[in-house]
């Protein structure tokens, strides 16, 4: 029998996907330092917590790769150099859904 839930309760949330994971660990490793998502994060960089309403996934990766091929003067280190394939997608496809 499955558990009914009163009103003064919540269902329990559903485990994270594993992209959604890999985009945690990513944005933990490299991102938090200087960005903010949800409130958390360094104060150096832009919010990221809506990104995705203004910048798709190729437009991103780009960004993330090596941000100076967009803006000449990017204060952001590159990180094509540092991320893997599935480093990159994994932030970049969690960002991108970031509306």
């Known amino acids: 029998m499955s558990p009914v839930w009163s009103d003064q309760e919540a269902a329990p949330a559903p485990a994270p996907s594993s992209g959604v994971r890999s985009a945690a660990i990513v944005y933990g490793r490299f ?11 360094g104060k150096q960089g832009p919010e990221l917590s809506h990104v995705g309403a203004m910048h798709d996934a190729m437009w ?8 100076t091929t967009i803006k000449a003067d990017a204060n ?8 893997d394939d599935a480093q990159m ?4 496809d969690y960002l991108a859904d970031r509306k």
């Open 76 to 83: 952001m280190p590159a990180f094509g150099d540092r991320l």
């Open 31 to 41: 991102c938090a330092t200087c960005h903010t998502l949800d409130g958390e994060g």
């Open 89 to 92: 997608t994994a932030i970049v």
């Open 60 to 67: 991103l990766r780009q960004w993330i790769s090596d941000p």
